[in-house]
């Protein structure tokens, strides 16, 4: 060492070539430092392997350069003395001390200085050696240098193992996670054990990086052997050479793997080499690269039946979920053969079945069952066999399907189960009567059966596991050996089951095909099949059909629910059900629409019909503690008369109900004129559609008048359409098309929104309306929930104020849902709109309802005003209106004025306002403009 070198600056430059030294240069920037600060020649860092007889250069500097590491034996060596925590310091002579050292000697090495390497926890890791060609002076800190230097070569490989032992552990774990995920592909789609075996062992290797795999089965012969079925890896005749045992009795059964089969769980060696349970297989195991082993055990309800044993060629630790994750694998492994040896059970007795039970049809239905019944007496040579079904309404009793004695096909009958063997198949799933069963048999065949001696019987489940029915067997002998009968009746069983079950599913889909679920009734896909094979066999006699539609039900549906509507359906076709004759069949085609066919049919018959059907709903239906009264339009139409084909003669038969339902008459036949009709009004609808789009509807006004000083307090709004080519077409015409069509609500929209223009209109050009414009609401209009939002938007657009409509409903558009009407009211009389309870008196109010509306007036309808003066009743009850409604704090508009006599009478009556041709027909805008907004500026003057 340079004598000139001081005591700090050999720290200093110690310490400056440790902070720069890099992980992964670590070792070789040490030694070259080493020998730099120590002025030697060669320097090394060595790692002692397991075995402490060898040691493997981590870093090693000869002569200002880097030569490649070296594994060499340390006996006969300078590193052979450096133990404990002392340095090992030769001065001189080294190479005549260690003559067998063949590195010393390439070297030319005269001094070596040695310090032991040691782990942060105390472990001994190996040594840092200097060697220099000329005696190495220790005087300056060469030692203490040394210890450093080896202190943190120490930390650096102790950090470098413990990252590798941690990447180890984790790609063991990630190599048993695909390894479970492969082996559980095996274990899905291998059918045979053998293969199965062999396949897991394969993957054992070639997924989780195994370097040998076996799995063995614990044999119960004298020696409890443990007997290798399958293996894959580096065998090359190991399993040959070795016997394994179970048996503590046994030297061989005290290993790894019969601890694992006696205790049941996972056996670990980490080094073979060392384990002493290990030692008579440990010569062949290491020869084999074996160097670690894993004994996983295989159970099969709770039982060990074999172990997987693993081999690997390290003696790294398997990580907890390692261990886990195999002992998983294993438990999948043990699933999976018991799966294939349950199911090759299963093959062996259907086979010993089939043998016996030859020729069995593969047809279904009765003939399948009876075939089924013929061979199961003769596979278990029984004289007779049943199957029978348990009765749906009584489960004391239950129905052969079939029955056979002495190979003849017998009668079915019922027989009750209370006492005999058959109830103890019901409640037991099986049951057998080795002896005397005779006795037990039920009455209905007890004499009959007097011959019978044994009885076997087995449950019929389906597939919710509910019983459905059994099978049996009986013997004119007593039964003894009841394996094979048990076996053979549990294979059957699920036969017979399979078929009932699919004999009812196949009897469901059909009820569900053809029948409506509803109502009973065949359906519409029912009903046409039978119309076209009455109408492919008519040859000349009348085919009379009947279209049913219920007048009025949507009613029922909107104010009560479906709920109630359906159970309205439901009781109207057994009322229809219970007025037909044999020759008339009733189907429902959906909604509230019902067929009758009349096969055959004529004008008189079907007179008959009709006039039945109308009397079945003469009295009200009671559902729910409620009454309903029902009432129908029937349209009726014959093959051939007026149609030549089904479809023609359901569409003729539609027309002509419609006909009925609009004419308000019970029934009508078809008539040709009847198609144009319908076609006329189809174009009518059309047409109207697109006037919503074109601009052909327009707006009347009609005046409304104070009584008192006949002055103008607003008007109802009125919606005309004139028809580029059909001309005028009137309201009453229009409107109701459009509620039929499902045009209302959109119509309803337009008139609020062209209201709004004509008072913007009319505004712009100095008129003022004075009091509000009243537009009528349609009942589908009122339930609507757009309804608030369209009379918000039309105003703001306009710049109209909500003061200045009023809205018209009708009773029977707010009384379908009132308590939903009650709100909505309120919050159109909250937003400013005025509100109007229109043809008062003709529909079906609840006064305690009608209280709660915010309604300001009710407007008496003119079917009473008409009459008024002439009829006392229509007298009283506009009297009444008028006076409930001063009560209910609402003025009264009474409509249809048409003399002064008559608004003479109102007004004293104390009626506040009307509208009528008295005073005004309506106008249109310009019009109404003209005559009443310009004589209302005028007497404002």
Not at 390 to 405: F, G, Q, S, W, Y
Not at 805 to 826: C, R
Not at 887 to 903: I, K, P, Y
Request: hydrophobic share 45%; net charge negative.
């Amino acid at each position: 060492m340079n004598d000139l070198v001081t005591t700090h600056d050999v720290f200093r430059r110690l310490a400056d070539s440790l902070s720069k030294a890099t992980d992964d240069a670590f070792f070789d920037q040490l030694v070259a430092a080493l020998s730099d600060i120590l002025g030697v020649d060669y320097v090394m860092v060595a790692r002692v392997e397991e075995d402490g007889e060898h040691a493997t250069t981590l870093a090693l500097w000869a002569l200002d350069r880097l030569i490649a590491n070296t594994r060499y034996p340390l006996t006969g060596t300078p590193c052979e003395r450096v133990s404990g925590h002392a340095a090992c310091h030769f001065a001189h002579d080294v190479c005549a001390r260690f003559p067998d050292d063949p590195l010393l000697v390439e070297l030319n090495v005269e001094a070596y200085l040695g310090v032991p390497m040691y782990a942060p926890d105390g472990r001994p890791l190996g040594l840092v050696a200097a060697m220099h060609s000329r005696p190495i002076d220790t005087s300056r800190h060469a030692e203490e240098v040394m210890r450093i230097t080896a202190a943190h070569a120490g930390t650096e490989l102790a950090r470098r193992e413990s990252e590798l032992l941690h990447r180890g552990r984790l790609l063991g774990t990630n190599r048993a996670l695909k390894l479970l995920s492969r082996c559980n592909e095996a274990l899905i789609h291998t059918e045979q054990e053998p293969q199965l075996l062999e396949a897991i062992c394969q993957l054992a290797v070639e997924v989780g990086g195994y370097c040998m795999a076996w799995v063995g089965y614990a044999m119960h012969d004298e020696t409890r052997r443990i007997e290798p079925r399958a293996s894959a890896g580096n065998v090359q005749g190991y399993l040959d050479h070795i016997t394994l045992s179970w048996s503590t009795d046994h030297r061989n059964g005290l290993g790894p793997a019969g601890r694992a089969v006696r205790s049941g769980k996972p056996v670990i060696i980490n080094d073979l080499a060392n384990d002493p349970s290990f030692v008579h297989w440990r010569g062949m195991a290491m020869q084999q690269g074996f160097r670690s082993l894993v004994c996983l055990p295989l159970k099969r309800g709770g039982q060990v039946f074999g172990i997987l044993a693993l081999y690997q060629p390290h003696t790294e630790p398997i990580s907890d979920e390692e261990g886990q994750l195999l002992s998983e694998l294993a438990d999948n492994l043990a699933f999976g053969i018991d799966v294939l040896r349950q199911r090759l059970e299963q093959q062996r007795v259907q086979r010993a079945v089939l043998q016996i039970a030859t020729a069995v049809s593969a047809r279904s239905g009765a003939e399948f069952l009876d075939q089924l019944t013929h061979h199961m007496a003769e596979a278990l040579d029984a004289e007779l066999a049943f199957i029978a079904r348990l009765d749906d309404a009584d489960p004391n009793r239950a129905h052969t399907l079939t029955i056979v004695i002495d190979g003849e096909r017998q009668p079915n009958f019922s027989y009750t189960l209370p006492g005999a063997p058959c109830e103890d198949v019901v409640i037991e799933a099986e049951s057998i009567v080795h002896d005397d069963a005779g006795k037990r048999l039920p009455l209905e065949g007890r004499e009959a059966l007097s011959w019978v001696r044994a009885y076997a019987g087995r449950r019929l489940d389906n597939s919710a596991g509910q019983p459905v029915g059994l099978i049996g067997v009986m013997f004119a002998r007593p039964l003894h050996d009841t394996e094979l009968v048990t076996s053979v009746l549990q294979i059957f069983a699920a036969g017979v089951a399979a078929e009932l079950e699919r004999q009812e599913d196949e009897a469901h889909i059909r009820r569900l095909a053809y029948r409506d679920l509803g109502t009973g009734l065949p359906n519409r896909t029912a009903f046409m099949q039978r119309l076209q094979s009455a109408v492919a066999r008519a040859d000349g006699t009348r085919v009379g059909l009947m279209l049913l539609d219920l007048n009025r039900f949507k009613d029922i549906n909107d104010s009560l629910g479906h709920d109630i509507g359906d159970k309205v359906l439901a009781a109207v076709a057994n009322s229809f059900s219970g007025a037909l004759l044999d020759n008339e069949y009733l189907a429902r085609l959906g909604g509230d629409e019902f067929v009758v066919l009349v096969d055959p049919g004529d004008m008189y018959s079907i007179t008959h019909t009709a006039s039945r059907l109308l009397r079945s709903l003469d009295a009200p239906l009671q559902i729910d503690e409620q009454a309903f009264e029902v009432d129908v339009s029937i349209g009726i139409a014959f093959y051939p008369d007026d149609a030549g084909s089904p479809r023609e003669l359901l569409k003729y038969s539609d027309i002509a109900m419609y006909q009925a339902k609009q004419q308000d008459v019970p029934y009508r036949f078809f008539e040709a004129h009847m198609e144009a009709a319908l076609a006329s009004r189809l174009d009518m609808a059309k047409r109207l559609a697109g006037a919503l789009l074109n601009g052909s509807l327009s707006l009347n006004f009609q005046p409304q008048v104070d009584l008192a000083s006949g002055r103008l307090v607003g008007a109802e709004v009125l919606c005309r359409w004139n028809d580029p080519e059909l001309g005028a077409i009137s309201p009453a015409e229009f409107i109701p098309l459009a509620e039929e069509r499902g045009m209302i609500v959109a119509l309803g929209n337009w008139v609020i929104n062209a209201t709004c223009r004509q008072l913007a209109a009319w505004k712009h050009s100095g008129f003022e309306m004075p009091g509000q414009l009243a537009i009528n609401v349609a009942s589908r209009q009122f339930d609507d929930h757009q309804l608030i939002a369209t009379l918000q938007r039309s105003c703001a657009e306009h710049s109209v104020s909500a003061s200045q409509l009023g809205l018209e409903l009708t009773e029977s558009g707010f009384m379908s849902d009132p308590d939903q009407a009650v709100a909505i009211t309120e919050a159109l009389k909250s937003l400013g709109y005025g509100l109007s309870i229109d043809d008062f008196g003709t529909g079906y109010s609840s006064l305690s309802y009608l209280k709660r509306f915010a309604a300001d007036k009710i407007k008496i309808d003119m079917s009473f005003v008409a009459d008024m003066l002439e009829d006392d009743n229509d007298h009283a009850i506009v009297t009444t209106i008028i006076a409930m409604a001063r009560n209910l704090q609402m003025d009264t508009v009474a409509e249809g004025v048409e003399t002064a006599e008559q608004a003479q009478a109102l007004l004293a009556m104390g009626c506040q306002q009307a509208q009528g041709y008295h005073f005004g027909k309506p106008l249109s805008a310009d019009a109404f403009a003209a005559h009443w907004l310009t004589s209302a500026l005028i007497r404002e003057r």
